[in-house]
């Protein structure tokens, strides 16, 4: 790793308190080192990294990485910290941080030896060692390799490698096969891991289950699905496999392959913290005979959908959120086009539309009214799907495809009782917990089979219905209509309070678990529309317009304070924004979000306020400044959005001007490297 580290890239001292000053700290050094070129493009692109998962590890470790643009060659430095910095890691602090800077085409080669070093972190011999350095150059030149590395018994490629080198990433990893019992072969595992960049916690969390592996008996195949390489496991390896552990944070890689095996699918960080725990868990899932339904062309659960990063979390505020967001996922292409069908047919037809006949007893092919009658049946029929949808995917993702058929059914009959949206809710998670519940009963051998297609759907569909007809069901019906009634009621200062709230959820992260409740909930109205739900439709798409649109203004206004990556993604987000796609902002939170959220979340708050002052209302559930011709009041409507979009622009442009203006005194010119670094810090 000649070429990757060298003394100057060590800091043995690094007094930064927070994540961003270490990652700043030693990107310093790679700029000295003509390793970086822009320090703060470069750290905006580490801060996007942090954004989709911490970085930190158990073990005291932290390892910020990302590929940039911005970085001239692959470059490692190295710090150590004597208080520890929080990177988000279950057990504290971090002590020893590696900051990895990937060019965006980084070769294979340089790829493949920061594929090693990632593994030889899991060595706790090798991070003792660089613990007790007292020296740049001795430190340096044991990451390198270049000094003899300790005797730990640890797999060939973790402490074998011979020296610069490392194993060939991609190709699939085994823990050595441990001795027979007595009771036969050994159980088996094939492993998948991944990370979104591919560089670090990929080959981590392969050492880790590895290593778990050889300390539990069990033979354990890992394939690195990373940046480095991607060599598939032998068909007779996945054959011949008791179980599967997919630890990811990107979608894994022809999933079929691995259809009719349990399933363990947690993230990249499960693998690398537990992965005794998710053995075990493979050898209770095998006994039990779950079998994970894997769909032709991977569109099953998400990572982070269905057990994926989202899964890794044990706190169940974590684990709820992800079961909702899986069900919203599936339920927005029914929204999108039922709604724009709806809201299509009352641009032609008006809104009594709704009213018409049905077209399949009456067309007349020459009228812009039959037509429109058409258009707003086909998407009523869509909307008709919207609560079974959500109920059958919220159980989805917390059950696989065994709790699809009872979430469907339990999201149906809230129909039935009139129980709406919140039913919805109820009915997916009932069914997901009744299914999760029937799957850790033991079963022979020779219902294994029929389980999952007959047994589990049968008995969780008739507890399911059971529940929603006779025990649950009129109570929230009684709540979904307080609801209603509660919105209908909205006016003056109560509607300016609901819109504040709902500018806020919807700018605070931008597409994230609290955009999409909002957004959720004011959907939810449109299945039966009202004056009160109408408004907040309104409230929500013009909030949500307001991120997108402020950092595009703000990138044309003053295009100093943004990077030129920033300046670039803000003439997208002119288009974003005007198409009420909110995550159009997220790069520039990414890159600083203790300036840029609060000034969205301002903006949106006033638009939001502005929105159910003004009595706007709108039909359609998407579309931006596209369906103005639906919105009422549109005039004001689009008043609010400017308005609030102003306050957004406003307050990002200050606290960037503050921020620069308070980095260097007065008079005192940014000429030297480092005077530039504490211009933009």
């Known amino acids: 790793m000649s070429e990757l580290i060298t003394a100057e890239l060590v800091d043995l001292d690094l007094s930064a308190a927070t994540k961003d000053a270490a990652a700043r700290s030693l990107a310093e050094r790679m700029v000295a080192a003509h390793r970086v070129t822009d320090l703060d493009g470069f750290l905006a692109d580490v801060a996007a990294r942090e954004a989709q998962m911490p970085t930190g590890l158990d073990g005291g470790i932290g390892i910020p990485h990302c590929r940039s643009e911005h970085v001239s060659a692959p470059t490692l430095a190295f710090g150590r910290s004597a208080r520890g910095i929080d990177f988000g890691a279950a057990d504290g602090p971090a002590d020893l941080i590696f900051l990895i800077a990937a060019p965006a085409g980084a070769d294979d080669d340089h790829l493949t030896i920061l594929s090693g070093l990632a593994r030889r972190l899991m060595d706790p011999e090798f991070t003792a060692a660089l ?15 270049e000094e003899p590395a300790p005797e730990t018994g640890a797999a060939p490629e973790a402490a074998d490698v011979p020296e610069g080198k490392a194993p060939e990433a991609g190709a699939p990893e085994r823990a050595a096969s441990p001795a027979d019992d007595g009771d036969g072969a050994p159980f088996r ?88 725990e998710l053995i075990a868990e493979a050898r209770r899932k ?92 086909i998407g009523s029929a869509a909307f008709g799907f919207l609560v079974p949808v959500l109920a059958g995917y919220i159980a989805y993702g917390m059950a696989d495809r065994p709790a699809l058929v009872p979430g469907f059914v339990g999201g149906a009959i809230a129909l039935t009782v009139e129980a709406g949206f919140l039913g919805g809710l109820v009915a997916g998670l009932l069914a997901g917990a009744v299914v999760m519940a029937i799957q850790r009963v033991p079963v022979h051998p020779t219902l294994r089979g029929i389980m999952p297609v007959l047994v589990i759907p049968l008995i969780a569909s008739a507890v399911v219905g059971f529940l929603m007809f006779i025990v649950v069901g009129k109570p929230i019906a009684a709540l979904q209509g307080a609801l209603t009634d509660w919105l209908n009621g909205l006016s003056g200062s109560n509607a300016v ?44 798409m013009a909030a949500g317009m307001v991120p997108p649109l402020a950092l595009a203004l703000a990138t044309t206004v003053r295009k100093k304070l943004f990077t030129k990556t920033e300046r670039e993604n803000g003439r997208a987000a002119w288009v974003l924004g005007a198409s009420f796609i909110t995550e159009g902002a997220i790069p520039f939170a990414a890159a600083d979000p203790l300036r840029v959220i609060p000034s969205v979340m301002a903006g949106g708050a006033v638009t939001g306020a502005l929105s159910m002052a003004f009595g706007c209302t709108l039909r359609a559930p998407h579309g931006g400044i596209f369906v103005v011709p639906l919105i009422g009041e549109p005039f004001l409507y689009l008043l609010a959005i400017a308005a609030g979009t102003l306050v957004a622009t406003a307050l990002v442009i200050l606290l960037k001007g503050a921020r620069r203006t308070t980095a260097v005194p007065a008079g005192e010119a940014a000429t030297t490297p480092e005077a530039r670094v504490g211009a933009t810090a």
Not at 248 to 270: N, T
Request: charged share 20%.
């Open 286 to 377: 095998a006994e039990r005979g779950e079998i994970a339904a894997v769909p032709e062309g991977g569109d099953g659960p998400e990572a982070g959908d269905g057990g994926g990063s989202g899964a890794d979390s044990a706190h169940f505020g974590v684990r709820l959120r992800t079961y909702l967001m899986s069900g919203v996922s599936y339920m927005v292409p029914f929204v999108a086009a039922g709604g724009l069908l709806i809201a299509l047919s009352f641009a032609i037809g008006g809104y009594e539309i709704a009213d018409a006949k049905s077209v399949a007893d009456h067309f007349v092919w020459g009228q812009a009214d039959s037509w429109a009658a058409l258009l707003n049946q």
């Open 497 to 540: 309070i609901l819109g504040v709230v709902l500018g806020l959820m919807m700018c605070f992260d931008m597409g994230g678990p609290l955009n999409k409740v909002a957004y959720a909930f004011a959907v939810g109205g449109l299945a039966d529309p009202t004056d009160g739900s109408l408004k907040v439709m309104a409230a929500v």
């Open 189 to 276: 595992i094939v492993a998948v891991t991944s990370c979104p960049t591919g560089i670090a916690h990929t080959y981590m969390a392969a050492e880790s289950l590895t290593a778990a592996g050889r300390a539990e008996g069990v033979e354990v195949t890992v394939e690195t699905q990373g940046s480095a390489g991607f060599s598939k496991l032998d068909p007779a390896v996945i054959a011949a496999a008791d179980a599967v552990i997919w630890a990811h944070d990107v979608e894994v890689r022809e999933k079929a392959r691995f259809r009719g095996k349990p399933l363990v699918d947690v993230g990249v960080k499960a693998g690398i913290n537990r992965p005794a």
């Open 131 to 145: 613990r007790a350095g007292d020296d740049p150059g001795t430190v340096a030149a044991l990451i390198r390799g």
